[in-house]
């Protein structure tokens, strides 16, 4: 390494450093003046590894300090990576010397603190929906929720909504759940979908596959009979929270609240 | 015995009648009816359990039509340990992963995570995951489950498990490579896991990539 070429000091956070505020900036100090011009989103990058996507925020340079300042907080509980790029086409100082080698920081960052993420209930992970399907999250304040269904893990194939496309978020009484129906049925394949509140970190992404399911022919004079239509968590989900506190059935007709008891609907424990 | 399947995908799940009957049921739990909806109250679950939802044929509608026979489905609650993500896994497994549920992935890395630190000779809940530890419960999750779709076609089609049996569904070559990769990895990180620990204790970081950690001045 030339002895003059710039290189990182220190940083903040520390190299591998957890539980780090996910609001906070990311911070390097260099050791030496760098080109202004050479100090920019094309040689200063945040990944989101956990969630396989770039961060996109603004990068700022004032004396020797170099600021990725995150357009919003960061994911809560993922691994973040910051570059600095190194090399010709990367960081120079103000005599115009490259850094030697690309510099990377790599950091956890902890739970957001006084604002919840939303989490996706439904689809569940790897559940089988039809074209026509509703999100379900925990809704975790009022105000406007931003929902984006991708057909990849780094949201760059969104699908839904499109430009144009717009929604109607309907709350549970309690405020306690949110949902959309997406209004246009989705074609079969994978997906993913994940939720924030508008400005807020993104919840964790959930997988899910759209199928369409082929209905059986049901004669006309056939009245149609009482059914569980859904089950919030879903049927076959896996590693639910401890608190989830509830579970709701949906049936496809009003029901008579008398024949509905904990007799008649009730929950057993089997082994694991 | 009387007994009823739930099935989706390669997920299989066999219960009994008598170990749903209604003096089963947990107790602290409350059933309150609104409309189509039925909410059940619970209190904390346990761990590593599964919860199946009984609605018996009493439940009726309005017009005392009820329903045509006992409904049941099940979740799981919280598994652990659990040394890798779900996604972690699916990964791994590609296409092949379109099929399965949450359960049987999650039951696949909880089982691994528990060989892991019986391997390793773990018995207390780990508050960090060295590196070897997660890849190898990530492989061989991903190879149990392997194993699990592969038994059950040849099962299901009565015949030996061949490649051109399986070009249609499943890509032969792509299966057969993804079976030998996991193995690869699985071995190697099994003895990564175990090397490290005859080291006597590892210092790899939770949930990073590192095997130890980088001053910021090495960097360059």
């Not at chain 1, 056939?222 to 579970?247: A, H, Q, T």
């Not at chain 2, 409904?71 to 890798?84: H, I, K, T």
């Not at chain 2, 999650?106 to 691994?112: N, S």
Request: aromatic share 10%; hydrophobic share 40%.
């Amino acid at each position: 390494m030339p002895l003059n070429a710039p290189y990182v000091m220190f940083s903040e956070p520390k190299m591998l450093a957890e539980d780090v505020d996910p609001a906070k900036p990311v911070v390097v100090w260099f050791n030496r003046d760098l080109d202004p011009g050479t100090v920019s989103a094309a040689t200063v990058r945040l990944l989101d590894l956990t969630n396989r996507v770039p961060v996109s925020g603004e990068v700022i340079y004032t004396g020797r300090q170099v600021t990725f300042r995150p357009d919003r907080p960061l994911a809560p509980e993922s691994r973040h990576q910051l570059v600095v790029l190194g090399g010709e086409s990367g960081v120079k100082d103000i005599l115009g010397t490259a850094m030697a080698q690309t510099f990377t920081l790599e950091f956890v960052t902890g739970a957001l603190t006084g604002a919840v993420v939303p989490v996706v209930i439904s689809p569940a992970e790897q559940e089988a929906v039809a074209p026509t399907f509703t999100i379900l999250w925990t809704a975790v304040g009022e105000g406007f929720y931003e929902v984006q269904v991708a057909s990849d893990l780094d949201f760059t194939k969104v699908v839904w909504p499109l430009d144009g496309e717009g929604y109607t978020t309907v709350f549970s009484e309690d405020g306690s759940f949110a949902s959309v129906v997406p209004a246009r049925p989705l074609e079969p394949g994978y997906y993913f979908v994940r939720v924030r509140m508008s400005g807020e970190a993104w919840s964790r992404p959930v997988g899910f596959a759209v199928y369409v399911r082929e209905e059986p022919l049901v004669a006309e004079n056939v009245v149609d009979e009482l059914k569980v239509v859904n089950m919030l968590p879903s049927p076959f989900s896996g590693n639910v929270s401890l608190d989830i506190g509830k579970i709701v059935l949906e049936f496809n007709r009003e029901l008579d609240p008398q024949s509905v008891s904990s007799k008649s609907v009730y929950v057993v424990k089997l082994p694991g | 015995m009387d007994s009823i399947v739930l099935e989706r995908g390669f997920e299989r799940f066999e219960v009994f009648l008598s170990e749903i009957a209604p003096e089963k049921a947990i107790p602290g739990i409350t059933v309150q009816s609104e409309g189509t909806r039925v909410t059940i109250t619970l209190p904390t679950l346990e761990e590593n359990a599964r919860y199946l939802v009984v609605v018996m044929p009493d439940v009726k509608d309005l017009a005392g039509v009820s329903l045509s026979a006992l409904w049941c489905a099940y979740f799981a609650s919280r598994y652990s340990p659990l040394y890798c993500s779900l996604q972690d896994v699916v990964g791994e497994l590609g296409s092949v992963s379109s099929e399965l549920t949450p359960g049987l992935v999650y039951d696949a890395i909880r089982d691994a995570s528990r060989l892991a630190d019986y391997l390793t000779g773990v018995t207390v809940t780990r508050t960090e995951i060295p590196f070897p530890v997660g890849e190898f419960v990530k492989y061989r999750a991903a190879y149990t489950i392997l194993s699990q779709i592969i038994t059950k076609r040849v099962l299901e089609r009565g015949e030996s498990y061949t490649l051109g049996d399986l070009r249609v569904d499943l890509r032969p070559p792509r299966l057969k490579e993804l079976t030998d990769g996991l193995r690869g990895q699985m071995d190697y990180w099994r003895s990564e896991m175990l090397a490290a620990a005859r080291r006597g204790g590892v210092n790899w970081t939770v949930r990073g990539y590192f095997t130890s950690p980088v001053p910021a001045s090495r960097q360059l």
